[in-house]
């Protein structure tokens, strides 16, 4: 898929929704000088042209008791099995994410499990009985510095922000 080249206003209106989704359409349009209809016409065409995903709430794994996050390296038997193994993780309910990557793993997925327990029992019961999965390497994450969505560049927005954070 090629690049969707995103005009001033454009970038202006995913701006704000990165900073929060949840901000009105009416209030993006004040902040953009457009109207709220012009703001909702941007919006579908980005989500049309796969530039915006919908939107979600972010769960707090920890405050749901799912303290232990991982990431697992997988071998697999064959480099052919990516999809089939790819199918199959989708229903491991820890496995919150799959990547094909490259290095010594085919595949890396990102866990969360409640403890050290509940990881063995995830590994052993139900990653490592995929057919197609040769060898699995394990990395416990001690710490996430931080998470975001991509940069969405608009250094008029940014300057804003800083001048009335500032006063």
Do not use: W
Request: proline share 2%; hydrophobic share 40%; glycine share 6%.
């Amino acid at each position: 898929m090629s690049g969707f080249l995103l005009d001033e206003t454009d970038q202006k209106i995913l701006f704000h929704l990165v900073c929060n989704a949840r901000t009105p359409f009416l209030e993006i349009a004040r902040e953009c000088g457009v109207s709220g209809a012009v703001v909702h016409q941007r919006v579908k065409k980005m989500e049309d042209a796969g530039v915006i995903a919908g939107s979600q709430f972010i769960v707090k794994p920890e405050i749901l008791g799912y303290n232990v996050c991982a990431f697992i390296g997988i071998q697999l038997t064959e480099p052919g099995k990516y999809n089939e193994v790819a199918i199959k993780l989708t229903h491991v309910p820890e496995v919150v994410e799959c990547h094909y990557v490259t290095g010594d793993y085919a595949v890396m997925i990102k866990v969360f499990c409640r403890d050290n327990n509940h990881l063995l029992s995830a590994l052993a019961e139900k990653i490592h009985t995929i057919s197609g999965i040769e060898k699995t390497y394990t990395f416990l994450s001690l710490d996430r510095a931080f998470e975001r969505q991509i940069y969405v560049k608009d250094e008029s927005i940014l300057k804003q922000l800083i001048t009335v954070n500032n006063e």
